[in-house]
């Protein structure tokens, strides 16, 4: 229990950690049976964000980012911070100095339950971030915490060195042994999906190929021709 | 009280719904007595976003959107889906391939108190949504729900035919039977604040014109030089 | 106790308020320790806003925005609206009509805790506002209120005067007498950050030259190869 | 639109509206097709609160509880105030006045999407409420409203002389011209579930009696002895 | 703006303080002109708190009660802690150990923009205390504060010495140097509001002698006998 | 990823599990390293609800409880249900039938990250509950989920077979192998917690003997008699 930093993590392979990203979080959350999906109050500082890299896990006091500092030296080029707090804060652990310290050491993005500052900076930046909140609110560096260690962050449990991918739609956590399958099924999906968006385009129902007139009946539902 | 699909709705006038569109949200809102507006956590999915249509009315079970796809085979060009759960809900029941499904069928926008994922893909297609929020998470198709029905949308009353407007401001609900009244009161409105905002720019007060200066001293409020 | 409206208030340099608007909200909040910020609930009506200026305080009823009408009289150029309301309140107090009315006096922005419409208009006429909700919910003008008297808005207090900086961080507000001081360690504070960037640039550790790693280890925090 | 006191509403039946009291908001709820239950964060003043009566409907401003004083004077022993506001507010509205001004005309309980006060007046006289907030908010008399016109209240539609049941489960309306249909269908309900509840207090499995078992297994869940 | 911690602190008069609390929160809200209320988030552990006494203001950083300990060496008998923290937090600040410090010092209640635990000890004691949440979290003594400089706790601003008032309908703050006048006027509304209960519990209608029936028809409000 | 039941978990010793319950959550979360804890939304149905079991994790759908079903069976006496859902709802996906249920079979309370009805009637049985809502809200059986696999249940991860500790203050959640080592710890921490009562009932201050003086004056705190 006491606080510790842990300075090598396993890892999934590059090919699937770069397949997930460009799936996207909609069609990975699909493929891996609905599960691992944050908070949708989680958004991306600017709405172009994508991201796809492996957990590395901080667990820090609420309006203190110490951990943060310490957890960069233990990255590896491709890792995304996974950042969480003992208690709910939307302070701003994060900013523009911490951008360019991650850059240099090769980290590819934020994820934060709590809040970041800087915004335009990093958004010229294009540095993707996803955070509960926006707040100039600044922090100390007093209380110890733990880096890669499991944690949950907006909801989700996070292992170090899970698949963390953020676009748009939010964040997806996908376990690492699981990565390749995911990536795999998540890849037919979107095959059967292409399908189903030619024959939506061409104005057939879902009603009818995804088999729910029939079930609709089958669960009671009447249609009648007016309210009277 | 059984869940049930009504095929045909009446619907307004052609003109009055486009003219309530071009009228905007907080003029429509005015004209009817500042009524009909839903709640403001309805944000538009890009700020560029309007509509104006007919509602089709959808009622679903939390995290299930089945009875979207009913719904979809009851519009009639022109129509914007207005969709509530039974209780409260922000998983993303609609995304590209049912908005695919929506532009095949002439529905112009969607109002939904709930989530919508895919959203750089609605962005990308200009596919008008309000949502309570972004969201992956997936969705079921188990539960039966009504299709044109009354329903309370994010604390606004809707009836199946009502006139629906969107912008940035938010979204407003006309009473079918009021739309055209209400639109020649917000024409008028609209003209009336035009003259308004000319003395305005030019430097008069709405203290002034508007009467408020006196009313303030009947009121019993006092102007004094300085805090001292 | 009774409904007042102060016509002249005390207001801070133009060099500092100039000064401090240059800075931005993050480095301002952080030179004046850590204090005076708003709520991250606050947020602008489009990301390029930035603002400030001296406040002239607005206290309303809620749902009433007679009172922004009252404080516009009051105004000199280079103010900035900080309207508050007796009880929480989210309806759009403020629209594009007084935005004319503000720009034509030279007043440089609006915070408010409460909510704002017409925000593209808003927008199109880059007058930057930060608000806590966009609603399109009217108002009426029924009841009296004050302006200049200390307020609190959004959590900040604020009395006439106080110099109010802006931008996609928030809003921090300066005391008056502090301007001059706080501009000049806001500057000190921007230049020493010049430095840290281009160390961190490097790839030179937070961790190293914070002193974090010896702090981490007197805290009792243990570094450990791997999780096993 | 023009703002409106209605006189005369119609009521259901007193014998059904005792049923539905005597029968519980969650019975009721789910005989009705599980509709009508407002929004979990209306909580009664105190546990023990329970009530059933006609709905007389209030929409106030914001902060404004004149019309609550035009709506006593039309309201008939056994009614049940139910008081919206035009846009959301937590101000305390009603207190121990307005209390015995309603036990003085027969009114036997308030429903209020706002707030209230007096809260500890009003547990000893034991007058039943329902609210979303308890608030010594003051509030004016100065902005015109309706009393008996339909209402959204809490997220549910409610009529004038619909049937309101509150108890500490929350709050459900029944449409009046459904309420002895539901009252039968509740009564039908509670038998049932009394059987129910014999079998399971003698251990019998609800995954048992009500065939769960099958459709689990149909629907491709799997049972395993342990984790591994 | 360095930390401090002020020793000394004007208070209002005995008779003062004991007379506010027995007039309790709403009476008092009203008679200072519906000003100093604090947010109805605030909640009292345990139904039957009250309490009346001198603020002494406390500003703690986010999960960090060591400047409450350094505030009750400052305390006579008779003060009410009041503490608030840099930026939101729900942390279990304060719990048995520090009531009983409390108590053995003559600090007569807590009022705390934050949590607090061991709440059925404090019930227990009978130590009233209003928070924003229960919460067991445990905090650290990191990160210094202020002890007695104004403060904003709740959305209310307080001064160091100002008058407290609590009870089930919240907390309310009245300027040390009101309180006296305050008292007076609550004693004469008390007077007033006996007669008007006394009116209303004869059936006396609001409407009548409070005027509005006058009011709602000069603001254009019509009477009809029926919805039709 | 496919839903599964499993039916055999490992349980701590009934002693640890004892003792855990008798210490209470805060006593428990401290001596664990404040960790563990579910968020403070988490409330008991009523004050005096305490409980200690094994957790027996159950993941459903929103609005749907028939994991909660499936997962009784698989209960031994002395554990506690533990139920999350897919995505966040209030819905009320328990009441009495299950509690008496639940008692049937030895299972000792319910933690759920949503709804629960009947409350009265689980007050009366004295069935310990603690829930993030009361809500009538029926739920249906139609969505398969899990049983008995890792949760995370109101921001708390959970395991199968862990110790749940509940009481006034909340829920914390003790990993299973660390039961033995968290009870002995806690009971120290009682043990000097107890002497520290004595002290601080005798006057003496937390300031002195936690070291606290020293340590504000080297943090830079200064102390003055007076705000001037």
């Not at 980290?107 to 010229?124: C, E, P, Y």
């Not at 949950?152 to 996070?158: D, E, K, S």
């Not at 042994?177 to 879902?206: F, I, P, Y």
């Amino acid at each position: 229990m006491k606080p510790t930093i842990v300075r090598t993590i396993p890892r999934a392979a590059a090919g699937a950690i770069r397949a997930l990203g460009d799936l996207g979080v909609a069609t990975v959350h699909e493929a891996q049976g609905r599960t691992g999906l944050m908070r949708p109050f989680m958004r991306p500082v600017y709405p172009a964000a994508r991201v796809s890299g492996s957990a590395v896990t901080v667990s820090c006091a609420p309006g203190d980012n110490m951990m943060i500092h310490a957890a960069i030296e233990v990255c590896a080029p491709g890792d995304v911070l996974v950042v969480t707090t003992f208690s709910e804060s939307t302070d701003g652990m994060f900013g523009d100095l911490l951008a360019v310290s991650c850059r240099a050491h090769g980290i590819v993005g934020l994820i934060i339950d709590a809040g970041v500052r800087d915004t335009a900076d990093l958004t010229a930046m294009a540095f993707p971030v996803w955070s509960k909140a926006v707040s100039a609110q600044g922090t100390v560096k007093a209380t110890p915490g733990w880096v890669n260690v499991p944690v949950v962050c907006a909801g989700a449990a996070v292992q170090p060195g899970d698949v963390i991918v953020g676009d748009a739609d939010g964040v997806v956590v996908v376990p690492r042994l699981d990565a390749d399958a995911v990536a795999t099924a998540a890849q037919e999906r979107l095959a059967k999906e292409e399908k189903t968006r030619a024959r939506l385009k061409n104005g057939e129902l879902g009603l009818d190929f995804y088999g729910l007139r029939q079930k609709l009946t089958d669960l009671g539902v009447r249609w009648v021709d007016s309210a009277e």
